[in-house]
């Protein structure tokens, strides 16, 4: 049973830093691309970043690009995601998802797409105030 908790969400004031981790379990994070979502009040779940299996590729949403960096440990099969420079438009619940096929990697508009990912999380707040 493929089970993803995150971690670390918060307050921070805008400028701020904060950094949300995914811890899997039933599944190894360097057999499966992994990525970041977000959902803010209203809108819908959007892409915010993803990593190879290999640890090798990354992608990340134009609204984030320089700011945030997705990375993973695989001793503690865990992937986590640095938010620096934060801004109040990135306040939302932040949700962890993994794919099922492992050893693939995916062009931009599958990495984007939620269907493409077949476990999430439960998601973590993160709040930022201007």
Do not use: H
């Not at 089970?3 to 379990?25: H, I, K, N, T």
């Amino acid at each position: 049973q493929v089970q993803l908790v995150e971690s670390g969400g918060g307050l921070v004031q805008a400028g701020g830093s904060l950094r949300v981790s995914c811890a899997a379990s039933g599944r190894t994070v360097s057999s499966y691309t992994m990525g970041w979502f977000r959902q803010a009040p209203g809108k819908e779940r959007e892409f915010v970043a993803a990593l190879s299996w290999s640890g090798g590729s990354t992608s990340y949403a134009d609204s984030v690009k320089g700011r945030f960096t997705i990375s993973r440990d695989n001793a503690k099969n865990t992937v986590s995601l640095q938010m620096n420079s934060l801004k109040p438009e990135d306040t939302a619940v932040y949700y962890c998802a993994s794919v099922s096929n492992k050893w693939k990697w995916y062009g931009r508009t599958d990495l984007e797409s939620p269907g493409t990912y077949d476990y999430w999380g439960q998601g973590t707040q993160v709040t930022v105030s201007s």
